[in-house]
């Protein structure tokens, strides 16, 4: 079965950084596009940031364009995203997300909290 697991979230000060994880397993992962999701408390999930199966091509939301850079190695089944200068207002749990066929896969999250 699916199944992608999350990584390396945590606590950071404003202006810090961190690199989020997802290992993938289950499907044939070089093939699929893969998303970065997050939520806030009170809020709906959204799109961050997305990547080709190749890896050739991204797509990220205007709140993190020049800060945030989604990357993926097909060799380890693995996509990362690199979160720089950090904001309170990312505070968040971060989803990793496949889409395959008509089903939509998301991991269990990790908490992103930027507070000083």
């Known amino acids: 079965q699916v199944q992608l697991v999350e990584s390396g979230g945590g606590l950071v000060q404003p202006g810090g950084s961190l690199r989020l994880s997802c290992a993938a397993s289950?499907?044939?992962?070089?093939?699929?596009?893969m998303n970065w999701y997050r939520q806030a408390p009170g809020k709906e999930r959204e799109l961050v940031a997305t990547?080709?199966?190749?890896?050739?091509?991204?797509v990220y939301a205007d709140s993190v364009k020049g800060r945030f850079t989604i990357s993926r190695d097909n060799a380890k089944n693995t996509v990362y995203l690199q979160m720089n200068s950090l904001k309170p207002e990312d505070t968040a749990t971060y989803y990793c997300?496949?889409?395959?066929?008509?089903?939509?896969?998301w991991g269990q999250g990790t908490q992103v909290t930027v507070s000083s």
């Open positions: 997300n496949a889409v395959i066929g008509v089903f939509s896969s």
């Open positions: 990547i080709t199966s190749a890896g050739d091509s991204t």
């Open positions: 289950g499907f044939t992962f070089r093939r699929r596009a």
